[in-house]
């Protein structure tokens, strides 16, 4: 999550931004075998007074005894403009994502929009933002109209927050609704949240919540990981 100074205090200078988390969770019995997830994300921000730019990449595995379960792909790159500057900003972004558990095989999303921000400190963060994408999607399967392959564009409305407590504790996460500007029926909804707790300056101890719900093919995935991430400010 990108964690910014306030606008008065935030001056010209280059700041660079990096977070490392790696989750997970197994469960082995000696009846049924081993049934484990590995979620791991890599975040690297740049800011400055009028821009920032912030990129994403995260991959989750999962398998259980008789089958694979997740083995799924996530590149964001995205760049804000004049949110240090002033609560109302603007905003572009590129995505590709690839994820078994949603049988998709790959999606790529390209737009801009329009942010606004109601808190922005030290210990708080608080905006939304909306815009358009425009979207190319090849599927594993049928959708509902019988299509492995489609272009649409898309209204997509994004909640973001984060919360600090002493220093110590961190409550963050980012939600989506995509929803098809062509068929009420094509939407994308994705929720993702983290509590952390700080063991050393740059160590959290991290619980990572994830839905995502992909509705033309009916397809959803939901979990829970707890492990440990690294960040670094400079």
Do not use: C
């Not at 160590?203 to 509705?215: C, E, K, M, V």
């Amino acid at each position: 999550m990108t964690h910014l100074a306030g606008f008065s205090q935030f001056s010209d200078t280059v700041h660079y931004y990096a977070n490392f988390s790696g989750t997970g969770n197994l469960n082995r019995t000696n009846t049924a075998g081993s049934t484990y997830l590995l979620n791991n994300a890599f975040q690297f921000q740049v800011s400055k007074k009028k821009f920032s730019i912030n990129s994403l990449a995260s991959y989750i595995y999962g398998k259980n005894p008789s089958t694979k379960t997740n083995d799924d792909l996530l590149a964001i790159l995205n760049l804000d403009i004049l949110k240090g500057v002033q609560k109302f900003y603007y905003w572009a972004l590129t995505s590709y994502e690839k994820s078994f558990s949603l049988k998709l095989d790959n999606r790529f999303q390209a737009g801009a929009g329009v942010g606004y921000t109601f808190v922005n400190t030290n210990n708080a963060n608080l905006e939304i933002s909306d815009g358009v994408l425009f979207e190319t999607t090849d599927l594993s399967i049928p959708d509902q109209e019988g299509q492995t392959s489609y272009q649409t564009v898309r209204n997509s409305l994004r909640l973001k927050y984060r919360f600090i407590i002493k220093e110590i504790f961190r409550f963050d996460g980012i939600n989506f609704y995509q929803a098809s500007l062509s068929d009420g029926d094509d939407y994308i909804l994705k929720l993702r949240a983290n509590f952390s707790i700080k063991l050393y300056k740059w160590l959290n101890f991290t619980t990572s919540f994830n839905y995502n719900r992909q509705n033309v093919t009916a397809t959803e995935n939901l979990f829970l990981s707890y492990g440990l991430s690294m960040e670094k400010f400079f």
